[in-house]
Each structure stands twice: as structure tokens, then as C-alpha cells.
């Protein structure tokens, strides 16, 4: 994927707090919590794209570069990268702010495929 320094400098589409309730047996946030944070962010901003229910039809190329630490903050930014006749390619990325300072790292990127779908 793309080698990154900061993040995007506009409005995360979704920003989020671990919490404990996320955690894995490791004291950190579950791959799978963060995956479903990334597809929300996603999904929001293709079901506004799209004015319809867009589920996540496909994903690709994710990385999960470092944990998410629970009582971090978690901020996802999307973009659309690709446009077919009923479906969106999103990219995604996702980085923490320190709780008590911050640091900022980035923490999974990926892309989803989202079908707008309905009338």
C-alpha cells in the first residue's frame, strides 16, 4: 500500500475510542473490531455516494501495521478510488491518537468494495 507519515489532512469520517469491551486476550483492540470500525467508515460514505444501502461486497489489500491500544483514539478516513456502474472501491486508512499526548501511528489501511443496493 502507500507509505504514509501523517494522516489526511481533512475530518476523519469516523473517530472512535478503544474500549475494553474491544479487547483481545493481548490488552489490545481486536483485528476484527478494527476491520469493522474501517468498513463503517467506508460504508458511510458509500451509502451517501450512492443514497442507497451499501454493503461491503469485497476487501483487499489490507495491512494491519501496528496494534490499536485500548483508551486510544482511532480515526478513519475514505476515499473513493474506483466507480463501477453499482459498486465503489474505497480506500481506507486508519490511524490512533495517544490517550494522553499526541502521537499519532498509523495502524491498517485497506481497500473495501461496497454495491449500492435497494431502490
Known sequence: MTEATAPP???PDIRVTAMAADANPYGT???????????????????????KRAP????????????????EELSVWAEVVGEGRTSLTIATEAWTRDR????????????????????
Request: proline share 3%; glycine share 18%; aromatic share 10%.
Open 100 to 119: 494522553h499526548g499526541e502521537a499519532l501511528a498509523r495502524v491498517a489501511e485497506g481497500r473495501l468494495v461496497f454495491v449500492g443496493v435497494g431502490p
Open 29 to 51: 483492540a481486536f483485528v476484527g473490531w478494527l476491520f469493522g470500525q474501517m468498513a463503517l467508515a467506508g460504508g458511510s460514505l458509500a451509502s451517501r455516494r450512492t443514497g
Open 56 to 71: 461491503v461486497v469485497a476487501a483487499d489489500g489490507f495491512q494491519f501495521t501496528a496494534p490499536v491500544v485500548i483508551g
Open 9 to 11: 489532512e481533512r475530518a
